[in-house]
């Protein structure tokens, strides 16, 4: 497992991130990888190709995105490795006590939930207006 420096990547990482265009960029990409800026510009209509490329760079920079030639075109491939080891370092440890309690809670009101439909006896629906023939 790589061992990321506090002030080094994982800051890269979150910076990426940050910002709802990168986002969409990474979106795009993990919904059809392997595409060239032309691509990713047409998926954010309100940018300009320049503005995609720097947001396309600070992705690189995070390593969220890496690139490939292809003859005259430059495909961009989505990186997930490094979110997830900041989810391995970051979110899972705090998630986990969360679902833990959450899992609890769940099957408490489970039971209470079926103890209370045993003791209640089970009406027939009742209409609220006659039908009329």
Do not use: C
Not at 122 to 128: D, I, R, W, Y
């Amino acid at each position: 497992m790589t061992k990321w420096s506090h002030n080094g990547d994982v800051e890269m990482v979150f910076r990426a991130l940050a910002d709802a265009h990168r986002r969409a960029l990474l979106d795009a990409l993990f919904e059809h990888d392997g595409q060239s800026l032309g691509q990713l510009a047409a998926t954010l209509p309100e940018m300009t190709r320049f503005g995609v490329a720097k947001h396309l760079a600070v992705l690189e920079e995070g390593g969220l995105v890496v690139t490939r030639r292809a003859g005259r075109s430059k495909l961009h491939y989505l990186n997930p490795v490094p979110i997830r080891l900041i989810h391995d370092r970051w979110i899972s440890k705090y998630a986990a006590p969360w679902v833990g309690a959450l899992t609890g809670l769940k099957a408490e009101l489970e039971r209470e939930s079926d103890a209370t439909d045993a003791t209640v006896p089970s009406q027939p629906a009742v209409a609220a207006h006659p039908v009329v023939a």
